[in-house]
């Protein structure tokens, strides 16, 4: 029977941590300038985007814990003999969940093909490492 309490509770914390770390190095120093060229940001405009970002810090941490929560729960599901059959279950809820949601934002014009790709590049990293954390732990 399904338990969906049956969790560990520290990859639904790590998942949130590195979130919000891997977010800050990946929108911060190694592709922030990029990302707010391509989404037709200036310089000058940062610090007033980091005003309004409240409720997106806050949303992205909820969705944050959420994934951790249900990587780890269908981890507890699905009998995983190796981290590379972990990676590819993984994969699967990437390729066949989020991203056709993130592609419809692209063919919306929703972005432009460089935010879609700095937003792609990090949602593939910390999917794939998330896989790692819920599969060692």
């Known amino acids: ?9 520290l990859v639904i914390v790590i998942s949130l941590l ?3 770390g ?22 000058e405009d940062r610090e007033e985007m980091q005003k309004s970002a409240g409720i997106g810090y806050v949303l992205s941490a909820l969705f944050a814990l959420l ?8 981890f ?3 009998p995983l003999p190796n981290l590379g059959f972990a990676l590819v ?3 699967l809820i990437y390729v066949g969940l989020v991203l056709p949601n993130t592609i419809k934002g692209r063919l919306w014009l929703e972005t432009t093909p460089s935010v879609f ?3 792609t590049g990090f949602e593939i990293v910390y999917f ?4 790692v954390v819920a599969y060692l732990l």
């Open 76 to 78: 507890n599901l699905i």
């Open 128 to 131: 794939g490492l998330m896989g």
């Open 89 to 91: 279950i993984t994969g």
């Open 1 to 9: 029977m399904l338990n969906l309490l049956d969790v560990n509770l």
């Open 22 to 43: 891997l977010g800050m190095l990946w929108y911060g120093p190694l592709f922030g300038k990029a990302w707010m060229a391509g989404a037709g940001f200036k310089e």
């Open 117 to 119: 790709r700095i937003n």
């Open 18 to 20: 590195l979130n919000m």
């Open 67 to 74: 994934f951790g929560y249900v990587l780890d729960l269908l």
